[in-house]
């Protein structure tokens, strides 16, 4: 009863037309391939190491982004856009509704709705910012979600309270008032935090 031959390097049987190599995996046959009647087994400490790296059942690891200061202006931006916007049209019908309820002129009309206009521009931003900031909230103003941004805290990667949202806000008030170098902070800090975030210890990511 003839012997079966093995490849010694893939483990197939040996081609009987094929002398010098194998037709499997193409290594030469020389006094390394064996001769046994089964095939050699394959390298325990080898197969584990390579199959270490890649374990597709897990998912990979998503890391945190932070959000960089171009990224916030943008949304900034947008944020004073919309807001200047929508009190412009509130002013505008408070104008007209006010000048014919009381028989003036449009002109006079326009006067009171640009005072309206100015002082609603201005006390808007307190409530909209920390309130939008809140995690009841959504944990971030429009122009933050349009461009997939969110703040966090800086302990467990939470939402922020309507507290530290309100902290937060004052702290940006601090940041502007030192001639924007709390807010371009944003810029050359590791964490992307400006003068507000670390004053609150809070983060803005990006969304995942």
Request: charged residues 15%; aromatic residues 12%; hydrophobic residues 50%.
């Amino acid at each position: 009863m003839s012997t079966v031959r093995f490849c010694g390097v893939c483990g197939a049987p040996r081609d009987a037309s094929s002398v010098n190599f194998c037709t499997s995996c193409g290594a030469g046959f020389g006094e390394t391939n064996s001769s046994l009647g089964s095939a050699p087994k394959a390298d325990a400490s080898s197969w584990s190491r390579s199959t270490a790296a890649i374990d597709p059942s897990q998912p990979a690891p998503s890391a945190v982004v932070y959000a960089g200061l171009g990224r916030r202006l943008s949304a900034m931006l947008i944020d004073l856009i919309g807001l200047t916007l929508i009190l412009f049209i509130v002013a505008v019908a408070f104008g007209i509704a006010y000048a014919e309820a009381n028989g003036i002129t449009p002109e006079e009309g326009g006067y009171y709705a640009g005072g309206l206009f100015v002082y609603a521009w201005l006390a808007a931003p307190f409530l909209y910012f920390p309130l939008l900031w809140w995690e009841r909230l959504g944990g971030g103003t429009l122009g933050m979600r349009a461009l997939g941004m969110r703040i966090v805290d800086t302990t467990g990667g939470e939402l922020i309270g309507l507290g530290r949202a309100v902290l937060r806000y004052l702290g940006l008030l601090i940041a502007v008032a030192s001639i924007f170098i709390g807010v371009l902070w944003i810029a050359f800090d590791r964490q992307h935090q400006g003068w507000h975030d670390k004053i609150a210890g809070t983060l803005v990511v990006r969304r995942s």
